[in-house]
């Protein structure tokens, strides 16, 4: 079984938005709701300044603190690795987001349960395809792999990736080069 990760490289991301649109048209989300945000930075003086764009979203983190806080079981950790969420069985509490240290799951009012990134697991890569967001990105800043099984681009860049926060000590299986 294939344990899936997902590799950002912010120097190639431009902030477009596109892996953001995608992702909404892919899971069929309103207009106010997102699994992926956007941390921008600016550091330096002009004419000497660097301005960063950040793409966050589920960490799919290893030791993921959202999956022992659901009184329910709706959020769950997937043979692959992938952090769900099984909407039949969500009640909508929240306690998953307040757990999530990277803030990046959504409550969808109008159907009165969390939602967060799924990596497109039981539609693309089902059927053999990438996530939307690594298909869509414009600049080619996001790959998608299995860690057990690294290949081509994704596994030459596995060895510079780092998670976003390893202070929190989640194990991400969402990494970035920085």
């Not at 950040?54 to 022992?68: G, I, R, S, T, W």
């Not at 996530?131 to 290949?151: H, I, M, S, W, Y």
């Amino acid at each position: 079984m294939p344990r899936y990760a997902m590799i950002i490289d912010v120097k190639k991301c431009i902030g477009c938005f596109a892996c953001q649109v995608a992702c909404q048209t892919q899971n069929e989300l309103p207009p106010e709701n997102a699994l992926i945000r956007f941390e921008d930075k600016e550091e330096g003086k002009y004419p000497n300044v660097k301005y960063t764009v950040l793409p966050v979203q589920c960490q799919h983190c290893q030791d993921a603190p959202c999956v022992p806080v659901c009184p329910t079981t709706a959020s769950y950790k997937h043979e692959t690795g992938v952090t769900l969420v099984d909407k039949n069985k969500c009640m909508g509490c929240r306690r998953c987001i307040a757990a999530c240290p990277y803030n990046v799951r959504t409550h969808i009012a109008s159907e009165g349960v969390v939602q967060g990134c799924t990596l497109c697991l039981m539609t693309e890569v089902a059927k053999g395809h990438e996530p939307v967001c690594v298909q869509t990105c414009l600049t080619k800043a996001r790959f998608f792999g299995d860690l057990d099984n690294p290949q081509g681009e994704f596994a030459k860049l596995l060895p510079k990736a780092r998670p976003l926060r390893p202070d929190f000590g989640t194990k991400p299986t969402l990494l970035y080069i920085l």
